[in-house]
């Protein structure tokens, strides 16, 4: 009989639950003759076209040949999720899972870090994405994040755990949108450099881990947000201010 | 105002742009008075740089007056006249409170900081005018300039020295004395400069202050060989010697101790490896161009040292990596920390040590930059160093 409950927040894994990758997808040997064949078909139709559209092919027939000589599937790789994340879906009931960590290290004592974070209003200020937290009480919040294409998220989400100095963990309502956990944790850097901080969300990517990929290129996936939203907590905490360009455009604007 | 405004390749032009105004409580507004056109503007010049955008206002190399502060800024007040390094650093992470402020965490812009750190792994300070993957903030060959962290990038300058002699405190003095210093000159030690361009120059100069026995320079230039000469530097001319065996003979059969490179990415010469990096270059398998470096390498005595000023941006292609390892060379490089440099060069020039003014070949208003562009790409035997006036 399967438990009924399981744990509100995932163990801490050795290695970043952000940097795990899924196993090398070995190709059966049909596959591997088949992707040599089709691959040289393709380059040579390319080679011979010419024009834009006969270096598409003759690329696309490059790789095709390269996977199959290999025996190594890359594309496929690189869009299957980690042991952690089947493992963390499977535990939770999930279609899937997306794990994204990251960490800085910044300048500041630990305890001014925790509680800048720990007051969930402060987090707009730093979070590109969130439009709006209200803070409901000690435990509860409700987020609005925008997601990919403009539609924005909503949840309500409550804390699991709270270490003073050391570590807030939360989860979202059963029923989000988007259903994710998360924690972050500040622990002492070495010598005299400062905080490490430390975050790690798992959601559930809304069209799986093909739309997590699209999501990426669209800078709006919650690890590339999350990556931003740490870079500019350091520049607050150190220089005191966000830096911006002004009147210069941006490279997105 | 009037500024220098990038449009593309080859392509640049004086137009009027919106003033800068403070944007953040560190900032500081400055009224340029005197702004060069370093070595590297050519480099975006000449399209060499990435995410440049049509509209962007360039110069790296400026000095002026403080017109208007942020709320934050206490150590410089409205009137004091300032240089300001090219390199735009917080002062407040670990690597400006190290004295690297060329790596500062925090002043690169957050899209700039993704695009870097994905090309480099991290990302490096960000500096004035010098594309968006670098912080995309507005250059100063302008009436008017927006100084982010001022109160760590300016440095007010007594009024008894003219511009002339304190502008290349922003850039190119610091610049070639760091690349000297990473030499780690000894005595009796012989140190070979690539490139007279004005980094070199300044970095002869700076190699004899750090107590170099002999500065032997390699270029093709007459006009800047001989200013280097001026210096007490041996020259070689690449065009009519071959330098690795002149090297080789001129130092009693060692080789230099040392090796400068002040040449950088977009290397000179009608050798094979440099016709290759053009050809690779314009098919995108490459995008520096490492004559000098490869030369140095092979140069450089067993056991000496390489210091790299000239910048890449990109990939080397073939560079003898083998040479390196097996004569167990030392490889030393970045782009300047000038904060560290401003405060000990100031003193050099108070001194009467130098007169850095020596570099500058031509004088303009600033109306005339573009012409000041193209006469430096087009005409390197005649012109070191283009100042110019708003």
């Not at chain 2, 507004?29 to 990435?50: E, R």
């Not at chain 2, 812009?109 to 004035?128: M, V």
């Not at chain 2, 008894?160 to 304190?166: C, N, R, Y």
């Not at chain 2, 080789?255 to 990415?265: I, K, Q, S, W």
Request: aromatic share 8%; charged share 25%.
């Amino acid at each position: 009989m399967e438990s009924p409950t399981y744990p509100e927040e995932i163990d801490n894994p050795t290695v970043p639950a952000g940097a795990q990758r899924s196993p090398r997808q070995p190709l059966g040997e049909a596959e591997r003759i088949l992707s040599v064949v089709a691959g040289g078909l393709l380059a040579g139709l390319g080679v011979r076209r010419g024009g834009a559209l006969g270096w598409a092919a003759g690329l696309t027939g490059a790789v095709l040949i390269t996977r199959g000589l290999s025996g190594m599937a890359p594309v496929r790789r690189a869009l299957r999720a980690s042991p952690l994340e089947d493992q963390e879906a499977r535990r939770r009931g999930w279609k899937s899972a997306a794990a994204v960590s990251w960490a800085v290290t910044i300048d500041r004592p630990r305890q001014e870090l925790y509680a800048f974070w720990r007051d969930f209003s402060n987090l707009p200020a730093i979070m590109e994405n969130v439009e709006n937290v209200e803070v409901i009480d000690e435990t509860h919040s409700a987020w609005s994040v925008k997601g990919p294409a403009g539609v924005s998220f909503t949840w309500n989400a409550r804390v699991t755990e709270d270490i003073p100095g050391q570590r807030i963990a939360w989860t979202s309502d059963e029923n989000a949108r988007v259903r994710n956990t998360g924690w972050v944790e500040f622990r002492d850097a070495p010598h005299d450099r400062g905080t490490e901080v430390r975050a790690l969300i798992l959601y559930e990517p809304p069209a799986g881990q093909a739309g997590r990929a699209v999501a990426k290129l669209l800078h709006r996936e919650p690890g590339v947000q999350m990556r931003r939203d740490l870079r500019r907590f350091k520049q607050l905490m150190e220089a005191g201010e966000i830096p911006v360009n002004q009147p210069q455009r941006s490279v997105n604007g | 105002m009037r500024a220098l405004v990038w449009h593309g390749k080859k392509d640049v032009r004086v137009e009027t742009m919106p003033d800068p105004r403070i944007v953040k409580p560190r900032d500081a507004i400055l009224k340029v008075t005197s702004t060069a056109i370093c070595g590297s503007d050519l480099h975006l010049y000449d399209g060499y740089i990435p995410t440049m955008k049509a509209g962007d206002i360039l110069g790296h190399e400026f000095m002026g007056e403080v017109v208007e502060l942020g709320a934050e800024v206490k150590n410089l007040k409205v009137g004091d006249r300032v240089v300001v390094p090219f390199t735009i650093s917080c002062g407040r992470c670990f690597f400006c409170k190290n004295d690297f402020w060329s790596l500062c965490d925090n002043s690169n812009t957050e899209d700039g900081a993704e695009i870097a750190s994905t090309l480099y792994g991290y990302t490096p300070s960000a500096l004035f005018g010098y594309s968006h993957m670098l912080g995309g903030y507005a250059g100063g060959q302008a009436e008017y300039v927006r100084v982010p962290f001022a109160d760590t990038g300016c440095m007010t300058v007594p009024d008894g020295l003219p511009d002339e002699k304190v502008l290349f405190l922003t850039d190119i003095f610091p610049t070639g004395y760091m690349a000297a210093e990473n030499c780690d000159v000894k005595p009796g030690d012989t140190v070979a400069v690539w490139g007279c361009g004005p980094v070199g120059q300044f970095a002869v100069r700076s190699l004899f202050m750090l107590g170099a026995e002999r500065v032997i320079v390699i270029d093709h230039h007459p006009r800047r060989l001989a200013m280097a000469a001026a210096a007490g530097a041996e020259t070689l001319n690449f065009e009519e010697t071959n330098v690795l065996d002149a090297l080789r003979e001129m130092t009693g059969g060692r080789g230099p101790d040392a090796c400068l490179d002040a040449v950088g990415m977009e290397a000179h010469g009608l050798t094979p490896d440099n016709i290759m990096d053009r050809a690779k270059a314009a098919l995108m398998l490459a995008t520096d161009r490492p004559h000098a470096l490869r030369q140095m390498i092979l140069a450089c005595r067993k056991g000496g040292t390489i210091s790299i000023a000239g910048v890449y941006g990109g990939m080397l292609d073939k560079v003898p990596m083998g040479a390196a390892f097996n004569k167990g060379l030392t490889f030393k490089m970045g782009q300047t920390h000038v904060q560290r440099y401003l405060r000990p060069l100031l003193t050099r020039i108070e001194n009467g040590d130098i007169d850095p003014s020596f570099i500058i070949s031509h004088r303009l208003p600033l109306d005339a930059a573009a012409d000041g562009y193209a006469m430096f790409a087009e005409r390197q035997n005649d012109v070191t160093k283009v100042v110019l006036t708003p």
